[in-house]
């Protein structure tokens, strides 16, 4: 058990809805990573935040967004889905945001859309 | 910018094989490098970093060395196991710039071992 805790495990839904990915990080971790893994995308990064705050964006679609909380709590909002944004959501957690500093993983929620 | 390449699989072992999986990277400055593992159902999990060059990396007797003058950090095993049956994922994290911190990962390999 990591500590990185996600909500919900599964989500199934349809085409054009939204939905809302919850992680709650490691005691203490200040910083929070979105990735997105697909079968023919890997493992792609979306987005960070570092104590409430936006700091780094990787391949996240304008339909997505993100927050990450005054309890540091994060939320992922996905909008408008597509068939295509089937995928397996992880978020990540980390003490603070240098290179040397490990990456803890929650379980995932897998996305569903029919 | 940065990226990992690890070897093509599935790769597929007896019990107690010797254990390579080959990873290499390119990025600028001095990245940190990790492998993880991912079980069947489950999240990712760090298996073990290096942060500078010549460092090894150790855990459950796995071991990986950060070479940077080959751009490599291979994953290696003297006597794998069944229960090491997984996808194991080579990442580097670099600092600065708009990488800020943000894992990028090798595509996988897949591993089975038999009994």
């Known amino acids: 058990d990591s500590g990185v805790t996600q909500t919900p495990k599964h989500l199934i839904t349809a085409t054009g809805q939204r939905v809302t990915l919850r992680c709650s990080p490691r005691s203490g971790d200040l910083s929070v990573y979105w990735y997105q893994q697909s079968l023919d995308q890997g493992l792609q990064f979306l987005i960070q935040y570092y104590n409430g705050e936006e700091r780094a964006k990787g391949n996240i679609l304008e339909r997505f967004s993100a927050q990450q909380f005054p309890d540091l709590h994060s939320e992922l909002n996905l909008s408008s889905l597509e068939l295509g944004d089937s995928a397996l959501y992880f978020c990540?957690?980390?003490?603070?945001?240098?290179?040397?500093?490990?990456?803890?993983f929650g379980p995932g929620t897998r996305l569903t859309v029919l | 910018g940065d990226s990992v390449t690890q070897m093509e699989g599935p790769v597929t072992l007896s019990e107690e094989a010797f254990l390579t999986i080959n990873c290499t990277y390119t990025a600028t400055g001095y990245p940190s490098l990790f492998w993880y593992v991912q079980y069947p159902g489950e999240g990712l999990q760090l298996l073990l970093k290096?942060?500078?060059?010549?460092d090894k990396g150790s855990n459950k007797g796995f071991e990986a060395t950060y070479r940077k003058e080959t751009t490599s950090f291979h994953l290696e095993k003297g006597s794998v196991q069944v229960s090491d049956s997984a996808v194991y994922f080579c990442a580097l994290r670099n600092a600065g710039g708009t990488s800020y911190g943000k894992l990028t990962f090798g595509q996988g390999t897949i591993l089975t071992v038999h009994p």
């Open positions: 290096a942060t500078k060059a010549d």
């Open positions: 990540a957690s980390s003490v603070d945001q240098g290179r040397r500093d490990t990456q803890y």
